[in-house]
C-alpha cells in the first residue's frame, strides 16, 4: 500500500506547483500592466489679470493744523478767557498778558522819536537860513567889488554841510520810529489771540502764571494753549512697501474708528510722501477727512481699507496649486504630459488665487493641487479641474 500512494502524492505536489506557478505570473502581468498607466492629473491655467484687491490697515488721525501758543515776551498772565474745549475764532482774544518793562521801553522809544524829530526840524531851519543867507550873496556878487569871493564860497559850504546834517538827522528819526513800531508791536504781543478757526485741546496756565517765549534752550517749556483746526482731519496711514504702487490722488477710502463700530467714514487720498521710511518700510500717505460735524477727534486709531492695485497685471494661481517645503515654494507645471517643479515666489492673495513670481507664464498647466508626492519627470495624463474645485488641500 505505501508504495503504491507515494508517485501519487508527488503528482499532485507537482500540478500544484505548477498551478501556483501560473497564478503568480498571471499577477505580475496585471501589476506591470497598472505600474505603466500614466497617472490622471487635474490642471489649472496660470491666469494674468491686475491685482485688484482690499487690505486692511492701522492709520491715525490727526488734526489738519495745530499750532502751540507761546508768548514772544516774557510776561505775567493778566488774564485768560478760554479753556479745554473752547472754540475758537482767528484772530479772537485768548489772554492779556502784562509786561511793565515794555511799557518802559515803549515810552523810552517815543522820547528819543520826538529828540529825532526837533533835531530834524532844527537842522530844516538852519539849512532855510543857510540857503537864503548864500542866495542874497550870490545875487549881490552878480556886482564886482559888492561880495569878496570867499565869503560866497563860505555860505555855499555852510549850505552843503547843513544838507548833510539834515539828512543824517532824517536818517536818525526814521530809526527812532522804527524802535518805537518794533516797541509797539512786541506790546501787541501782550494780546495772545487765536490764530485761525479752531478748538482749544490743552490749557497750561493760569492768571498770574509767568510765561515765556520758547527758546532752544527751553525746548521743554508747556505752551501757554494749543489749538486745533479740527473741522478737517488729516489721516496718515503707513503703507507698506509692497502696496506703495498705484496710488491715486484723489481716490475715496473708506475707514471705521473703534467709538463708531458699526459705522463707515471715508476720506479722500491728498498727499504722498514718496519716501519710505528705511526704519519701518512704510510709506506715510495723507487723507483728508471732512469733519464738519465734529464726530471724529485727532488722536484717534482707526482701521482703513485701503485698495491695493497693481500697475501692470500679474499671474495668479489658485492658492490649493503651490507647494511648500522646507527647500522650496514651487507649483507643478504640466508639460507635454511630464511634471515638472518651477520655483516661484508668492505675492498678494486675491480670493481664492495667489500672484506668483517665477519662470511660469499665462496659459501654463499646473497641478490643481501642489504637492512633493508628485515627483518631476512624472509621466501622467490632464483633465481641467473645476472651477470652485482647485480649492485648498484638506
Known amino acids: 500500500m505505501i508504495r503504491m500512494e507515494l508517485p501519487l502524492i508527488l503528482v499532485l505536489g507537482t500540478a500544484l506547483t505548477l498551478c501556483d506557478s501560473c497564478g503568480s505570473n498571471s499577477g505580475s502581468n496585471v501589476s506591470a500592466q497598472s505600474a505603466s498607466a500614466p497617472a490622471s492629473v487635474e490642471v489649472v491655467k496660470v491666469v494674468s489679470k491686475k491685482l485688484s484687491i482690499t487690505s486692511r490697515l492701522p492709520g491715525e488721525l490727526q488734526a489738519y493744523e495745530a499750532v502751540a501758543v507761546f508768548p514772544k515776551v516774557t510776561a505775567y498772565v493778566d488774564s485768560i478767557s478760554v479753556d479745554r474745549g473752547s472754540r475758537v475764532k482767528a484772530g479772537q482774544l485768548m489772554a492779556h498778558l502784562v509786561a511793565p518793562e515794555v511799557a518802559a521801553q515803549r515810552a523810552e522809544a517815543q522820547s528819543k522819536l520826538q529828540a529825532a524829530e526837533a533835531q530834524r526840524a532844527e537842522a530844516e531851519a538852519k539849512l532855510a537860513s543857510d540857503e537864503s543867507t548864500y542866495e542874497r550873496l550870490k545875487s549881490a556878487s552878480a556886482t564886482p567889488g559888492v561880495v569878496a569871493g570867499n565869503d560866497l564860497e563860505i555860505a555855499q559850504k555852510a549850505v552843503e554841510a547843513d544838507r548833510a ?230
Open 165 to 394: 546834517r539834515l539828512q543824517a538827522l532824517r536818517d536818525s528819526a526814521e530809526a527812532a520810529k522804527s524802535a518805537l513800531k518794533s516797541v509797539t508791536e512786541i506790546e501787541g504781543y501782550l494780546q495772545v489771540r487765536a490764530p485761525f478757526d479752531g478748538i482749544v485741546t490743552e490749557r497750561n496756565v493760569h492768571p498770574g502764571s509767568l510765561v515765556g517765549p520758547a527758546t532752544s534752550n527751553s525746548g521743554a517749556a508747556m505752551p501757554m494753549v494749543r489749538v486745533e483746526k479740527t473741522a478737517r482731519l488729516r489721516l496718515v496711514v503707513p503703507i507698506p512697501e509692497r502696496y506703495a504702487t498705484g496710488i491715486n490722488i484723489g481716490s475715496k477710502v473708506d475707514f471705521s474708528v473703534p467709538a463708531f463700530p458699526s459705522q463707515t467714514f471715508s476720506g479722500t487720498i491728498a498727499r504722498v510722501a514718496h519716501s519710505v521710511d528705511v526704519k519701518t518700510r512704510t510709506m506715510p500717505v495723507e487723507l483728508d477727512v471732512n469733519n464738519s460735524d465734529g464726530r471724529l477727534s485727532s488722536g484717534m486709531f482707526p482701521e482703513v481699507l485701503w485698495p491695493v492695485h497693481r500697475t501692470e497685471p500679474t499671474l495668479f494661481v489658485p492658492t490649493s496649486a503651490v507647494a511648500r517645503t522646507t527647500e522650496a515654494t514651487f507649483v507643478i507645471r504640466v508639460r507635454d504630459g511630464n511634471t515638472e517643479w518651477v520655483n516661484v515666489q508668492t505675492g498678494e492673495l486675491d480670493g481664492k488665487s495667489i500672484e506668483v513670481f517665477g519662470s511660469v507664464r499665462e496659459g501654463d498647466e499646473v497641478a490643481a493641487r501642489g504637492t512633493d508626492e508628485l515627483r518631476p519627470g512624472t509621466r501622467v495624463t490632464t483633465k481641467l479641474a473645476a472651477p470652485d474645485s482647485a480649492g485648498p488641500p484638506k
